[in-house]
């Protein structure tokens, strides 16, 4: 079973830029989660998805946001990009949603440089 | 409010020396629980999981970890450790309100 597969690996924008991030979630998982991971915030959560509905959002501002399509398959947008978006962002999918008895399966992540 | 702390935020530990990593929680009630291992430039990989029954939990790759009702803990521990293991460790806390948490990471070096 192929696992969470997040593309692209490495992308490089500059500040005022918008970006799009993909995610395929493991077959048959309907839930997708995104997380920011930086060295000095750690690993912050900022939403999830179940069935193309969001169910969870983090405290993110409004520039970050996302969506889950039919399939699944989500992408998360950051809009007005800035140098403190610079970060590996993970995403992770499982059954039925975070929090629950299903762990999270997570993708190798994008890394996401800001200049 | 709901919280995962690991208190340690770098270990380092001797090659073939045992390995204890601490994480506790603070929910109203026992979460579904988790450890996770991070290797630099990948995403997050699960060692293991309590949800209930046994408080002592078998992972992959050799680990462990005992959960702790009285001390609010579920601390992750290896008997022997190897230079692979040199990883990120994350522990993480569930509740059935669909929300996750994680605690900061400890940093794990394995001297030769």
């Known amino acids: 079973k192929a696992g969470v597969t997040q593309t692209p690996r490495y992308l490089i924008k500059t500040r005022g830029q918008q970006v799009t991030l993909s995610c395929s979630p493991i077959?048959?998982?309907?839930?997708v989660s995104w997380y920011q991971q930086t060295p000095g915030q750690g690993l912050q959560f900022l939403f999830e998805?179940?069935?193309?509905?969001?169910?969870n959002k983090g405290n993110f501002p409004g520039r970050f946001s996302g969506r889950q399509f039919s399939n699944s398959r989500s992408e998360m947008n950051v809009s007005t990009l800035e140098l403190g978006d610079s970060a590996l962002y993970l995403c992770?999918?499982?059954?039925?949603?975070?929090?629950?008895?299903?762990?999270?399966?997570f993708g190798d992540g994008t890394r996401l440089s800001i200049l | 409010a709901q919280s995962v702390t690991q208190p340690d935020i770098h270990i380092t530990v001797s090659e073939g020396a045992s390995l204890e990593l601490r994480c506790n929680y603070s929910?109203?009630?026992?979460?579904?629980l988790f450890w996770y291992v991070q290797s630099p430039g990948q995403g997050l990989q699960l060692l293991l999981k309590?949800?209930?029954?046994?408080?002592l939990v078998q992972g992959i790759k050799g680990f462990e970890a005992e959960f702790k009702r009285s001390q609010s803990s579920f601390n992750l521990r290896k008997p022997s450790v190897h230079w692979s293991d040199a990883a990120e460790y994350f522990c993480?806390?569930?509740?059935?309100?669909?929300?996750?948490?994680f605690g900061a990471g400890t940093r794990l070096t394995v001297k030769p």
């Open positions: 992770a999918s499982s059954l039925e949603g975070q929090g629950g008895n299903q762990p999270q399966h």
């Open positions: 077959s048959g998982h309907r839930s």
């Open positions: 998805y179940f069935s193309e509905t969001q169910r």
């Open positions: 929910y109203g009630a026992t979460p579904y």
């Open positions: 309590y949800f209930s029954g046994d408080t």
């Open positions: 993480a806390a569930g509740y059935n309100n669909n929300d996750m948490r």
